[in-house]
């Protein structure tokens, strides 16, 4: 038998996509504050043109090479609004994608998209604690027949494998999502996602049963998880990560954050993560001995930037020769930036098969906006949002004009994502950025009592008063109620004033009267702390999230704010005064 040799694996890998198929414009400071630069930064043209060198460098060096996606492809921007997986199973098969692991977001509707983006995808997708064997076999549209999926394996109690071989070497992958992907996302109820730890370490055992010394996890567990995982599950070698958007490595030579170092490593496991968006690109080089044990470790992320830069967003003020080849001999000298060109097969099939329904939107003006509208989650000393009210009263009104006799909405702070500068407000800009998730708005009857519990829960949620949150964009905005949260009061007694809007004025909701109210899909089903709002009589609008605000924007010639706020949010006693009488 022939002695295996030391080999060199090379694996590029990317996280949290979010369909961001084109560059985005990013603000850089260089050298000092005072030297700001716009550039056109990622997009997957760029991508693809990273990966080709990558690939490249690693043939000329004779290593092996991988090409990895750590979750949440589906959702971020018009080009998921407009086409939904499609689209992006279209642009990850031209990168060339190795094998890519489950995220959140793909599950934000449901299993059949996600059905949808496996017929349609060239490569394997991963999913070891997803454990879909008990799927219905009368659904219309089920995934556990679907190949291209790598799910959990209940006889054994693991995840599924991909094994690769180099050299005479194997080298093993495996995959784990987020544990609470029922809270986070909407799985259907008859494939539920299991805890991670115990297969992950049942994984490992089947792995170097087979002779796989070289373990890699594809993990969209979030960085902080992944940590503890490595913490407590020897023999993985490399968890490549995703979910919480963590761009490790120092870019304060561009402005931009200082995270952990690249590669950060607990115990025997180095971690990765490449942050979001198709901004940036991680790379890494495991040197492997002759028994398939990795001796080394060496690599980084790389922001991807174009060769143009200005002084501002809109690339209206240009910078002077001097200034831009001052600006371009500091970035080429970064060993943290990649500038390359975008490749132009890809960037071609892009504008000619997806952009142009995306520039119709883009030209389309739904309303003008006087003032710039902020938005925060959590109210601050400033106060609330002032675009979730907006946004929630457009759930309302479209409920209304599709002949539904709704009272009330509430929508959940996180499904907000920007605040809106002062100016024409596009379609594209709502559909594509402002309400990005294509979720459907759900009419739905309830209690006050009901609605009583769910304000509470999901800001318990979101402050982690009392609970385990998960993250502040549980946080609840309101139409047509008004409520007052005391936070110092015991859990239960928290929302002391709610309050419904009958004809010019307010009246106290009734504990045992039935109200319709709507709200998205994701806050309707009990999610991060609505668990109340969950009911059995309940039906979609027929209009997503964005199309509502988009058909209320229009009957609007500017975008009036509400005359007071009705959230009345208090952290102690003496802050009662701030907020409207009893």
Same mark, same amino acid.
């Given at each position: ?71 949440? +492809? ?201 942050? +979001? ?290 959230? +009345? ?9 701030? +907020?409207?009488?009893?």
């Amino acid at each position: 038998m022939t002695a295996r040799q030391p080999f060199s694996l090379t694996i590029a890998h990317i996280n949290d996509t979010h369909s961001h198929f084109e560059s985005t414009p990013v603000s850089l400071s260089l050298e000092s504050e005072d030297t700001r630069v716009y550039a056109n930064c990622g997009g997957f043209a760029r991508i693809a043109s990273a990966v080709k060198h990558f690939r490249q460098q690693a043939e000329h060096n004779q290593h092996g090479f991988l090409f990895l996606h750590a979750g949440d +492809c589906f959702q971020g921007t018009l080009y998921y609004s407009l086409f939904k997986g499609k689209a992006n199973a279209d642009m990850l098969n031209r990168l060339g994608i190795d094998a890519m692991a489950i995220g959140n977001h793909e599950l934000d509707q449901g299993n059949g998209p996600v059905a949808d983006f496996l017929d349609d995808i060239q490569f394997p997708l991963l999913a070891g604690n997803w454990h879909v064997d008990d799927e219905a076999k009368d659904k219309q549209k089920r995934v556990s027949d679907k190949p291209a999926l790598m799910a959990y394996v209940p006889e054994h109690a693991r995840a599924s494998t991909l094994i690769k071989t180099y050299a005479g070497h194997q080298v093993g992958l495996f995959s784990l999502a987020v544990e609470q992907m029922a809270a986070l996302a909407h799985p259907d109820h008859d494939t539920p996602f299991l805890p991670a730890t115990q297969i992950a370490k049942n994984t490992v055992a089947y792995l170097r049963a087979q002779g796989v010394n070289t373990i890699i996890l594809l993990s969209h567990l979030g960085y902080d998880k992944d940590k503890e995982l490595a913490a407590a599950v020897k023999g993985i070698d490399v968890i490549v990560g995703g979910h919480t958007h963590v761009l490790q490595g120092d870019f304060q030579n561009l402005g931009l954050a200082k995270e952990d170092p690249y590669g950060y490593k607990v115990n025997d496991t180095w971690i990765v993560q490449a942050g +979001c968006h198709a901004q940036s690109i991680g790379r890494f080089t495991l040197s492997i001995d002759e028994n398939g044990r990795p001796a080394a470790f060496n690599g980084q992320n790389y922001v991807l930037l174009g060769r143009s830069l200005a002084m501002d967003a809109s690339r209206e003020q240009q910078l002077t020769a001097a200034s831009y080849q001052s600006a371009r001999d500091y970035l080429n000298s970064q060993s943290n930036v990649l500038i390359l060109p975008s490749d132009l097969d890809l960037k071609h099939y892009l504008q000619q098969t997806y952009r142009p329904q995306v520039a119709r939107l883009e030209r389309d003006i739904v309303t003008d906006v006087p003032e710039r509208l902020r938005h925060v989650r959590v109210p601050d000393r400033e106060g609330g949002s002032d675009v979730a009210p907006l946004v929630t009263e457009s759930f309302l009104w479209a409920a209304r004009e599709q002949g539904i006799d709704a009272e009330f909405a509430i929508h959940n702070a996180g499904g907000v994502r920007v605040g809106l500068n002062a100016g024409p407000l596009s379609a594209a800009l709502i559909a594509g950025t402002l309400l990005p998730f294509a979720i459907d708005v759900i009419a739905y009857r309830v209690t006050g009592k009901q609605i009583r519990c769910a304000l509470e829960g999901a800001i318990n949620n979101a402050t982690n008063n009392g609970v385990a949150g998960l993250g502040t964009g549980s946080f609840p905005y309101c139409a047509a109620i008004r409520y007052r949260y005391e936070a110092w009061r015991p859990m239960g007694q928290r929302i002391t004033q709610l309050e419904i809007k009958r004809d010019e004025h307010w009246v106290s909701m009734d504990d045992d009267h039935q109200y319709t109210g709507v709200s998205s899909s994701y806050t309707a089903q009990g999610k991060e702390g609505y668990d109340a709002l969950q009911t059995g009589r309940r039906r979609s609008i027929g209009l997503s999230m964005a199309e509502c605000f988009i058909q209320y924007a229009r009957q609007q010639t500017t975008l009036a704010l509400p005359s007071q706020p009705l959230v +009345c949010y208090l952290h102690t006693p003496d802050q009662i005064q701030t +907020c409207w009488s009893q």
